[in-house]
């Protein structure tokens, strides 16, 4: 792991990302963090975050002593952060620290956003920032999480869940799913697929889709997705069905469905209509004003169809995205 010191230097400004580390927190969510939120990018021509990585002791022993981590800030950086992510240790029985408990508590006191990877959430949720709220964590501790955490609404089979200011993993490639899905709140789908590109990593998937895959590499290789799925991806703007989907891939329906299902974790549709709300920010993002014309290309029909899913995907209107996002803002 890269000391502090040897950080590149931070955009004045920049969103700041802050990691605690915690004794026998996961190697591979940090490293996940870092990927994401830490390199420098200069495939965008700008670095997106501040960066830093702190933690409560000057050596921090990693999960089951694969090695120590040392010459990272101290715990007080948690208080400078625009998001914090909180650590995740496998160790779901053992309380955490109560000082890392109380810079949670603080942060989101004064409106930082938490996220937090795989086990994560057990650390919101002690520190009490999680009641009445939804969220997930790896699907192996759910019954463990409800026991101890009734009050948390927690989504035990999904990849991700984006609550706002409080934003959960289920864990391992997970990580990497909400890290990106943060990456395109807050700079739009353009630099998110720049990102996702540079980590060799699929540009979305949406948090509703499952944590696990019956059978995620194919028995054999013609039953894999990929040849249909780049051909629709380049049809977007088409009539594009399942039943179109499923012709090409030369299978019935109900077993594309299946195959949907077992290597994705979502449905043909829901596939298609994610793509398609993907490619419509793009657009947008690249200055396209004309929402009808943002509809047609990117195969979502009508303008009313456009801003009722971009909404649901984003949260915000078209109107706000093209504010946001737009080559006026950059």
């Known amino acids: 792991m890269p000391k502090e010191s040897s950080q590149a230097p931070s955009p004045p400004g920049a969103h700041r990302v802050v990691?605690?580390?915690?004794?026998?927190?996961?190697?591979?969510?940090l490293g996940c963090a870092t990927e994401v939120f830490g390199l420098r990018r200069p495939e965008i021509g700008r670095d997106l975050y501040d960066f830093t990585l702190c933690s409560p002791e000057p050596r921090t022993l990693m999960r089951d002593g694969f090695f120590t981590l040392t010459g990272v800030a101290g715990l007080?950086?948690?208080d400078t952060a625009d998001?914090?992510?909180?650590?995740?240790r496998p160790d779901v029985e053992v309380p955490r620290r109560p000082a890392v408990l109380d810079a949670v508590r603080r942060a989101h006191a004064r409106g930082a956003r938490l996220a937090g990877f795989c086990s994560g959430a057990f650390t919101l949720a002690e520190a009490g920032v999680l009641d009445g709220r939804r969220a997930t964590a790896h699907w192996q501790w759910a019954d463990v999480f409800r026991a101890r955490f009734p009050s948390v609404q927690l989504a035990s089979d999904v990849l991700f869940v984006d609550d706002g200011d409080i934003l959960t993993a289920a864990g391992s490639a997970a990580a990497l799913d909400l890290g990106l899905h943060m990456v395109r709140r807050d700079h739009g789908a353009e630099i998110a697929n720049s990102v996702s590109r540079r980590l060799v990593f699929a540009a979305h998937r949406d948090g509703g889709q499952r944590q696990f895959v019956e059978r995620p590499v194919p028995d054999l290789p013609e039953e894999s997705l990929a040849p249909v799925l780049a051909w629709a991806q380049e049809r977007l703007d088409a009539p594009l069905t399942v039943s179109h989907l499923a012709a090409r891939a030369a299978v019935s329906p109900a077993t594309l469905h299946r195959r949907f299902r077992a290597q994705l974790g979502t449905t043909p549709l829901a596939w298609l209509t994610g793509e398609r709300v993907a490619?419509?920010?793009r657009l947008i993002e690249r200055g396209e004003g004309r929402l009808e014309v943002v509809a047609r290309l990117s195969g979502l029909g009508t303008a009313a169809h456009l801003r009722t899913l971009l909404r649901r995907e984003t949260g915000i209107t078209p109107s706000a995205y093209r504010r946001r996002f737009g080559p006026a803002a950059d």
């Open 19 to 29: 990691v605690i580390v915690d004794e026998n927190s996961n190697p591979f969510e």
């Open 76 to 78: 007080e950086a948690a």
């Open 83 to 88: 998001t914090l992510i909180v650590p995740n």
């Open 279 to 281: 490619l419509a920010c």
